[in-house]
């Protein structure tokens, strides 16, 4: 099982950063795709990006070119640095770990407000 904890949440103003942080814990397979989705009340929860084992990416139209996914020691860590931040980008911002071969798992969430 793994455990997925998110940090770095907050509020900001529009044209502002941030940095968020995903560490996981457990029995991490490889290969995998983590990843960042984002869910305002009332709606789906949509994929912002996703980094796999071999650090290719996937960024969602809205955010590529201001948000940028990495991984840090190992495949222990990712982050999700987001500038030029807009108030559409308020949600909260969840981790997915999803190994080729086995079940996924979610974070908690972290809250991004963005105020304009």
């Known amino acids: 099982q793994v455990q997925l904890v998110e940090s770095g949440g907050g509020l900001v103003q529009a044209g502002g950063s941030l940095r968020l942080a995903c560490v996981t814990s457990g029995n991490i397979r490889s290969p995998n795709t983590m990843g960042w989705y984002r869910q305002v009340p009332g709606f789906r929860r949509d994929l912002v990006a996703a980094?796999?084992?071999?650090?290719?990416?996937n960024y969602a139209d809205a955010v590529r070119g201001r948000f940028t996914i990495s991984r840090g020691n190992g495949e222990a860590t990712i982050y999700l640095d987001m500038v030029n931040l807009k108030p559409e980008d308020t949600a909260k911002y969840f981790c997915?770990?999803?190994?080729?071969?086995?079940?996924?798992?979610w974070g908690q969430g972290t809250q991004v407000t963005v105020s304009s």
């Open positions: 997915r770990y999803a190994p080729t071969w086995g079940e996924a798992s």
């Open positions: 980094i796999d084992s071999g650090s290719a990416t």
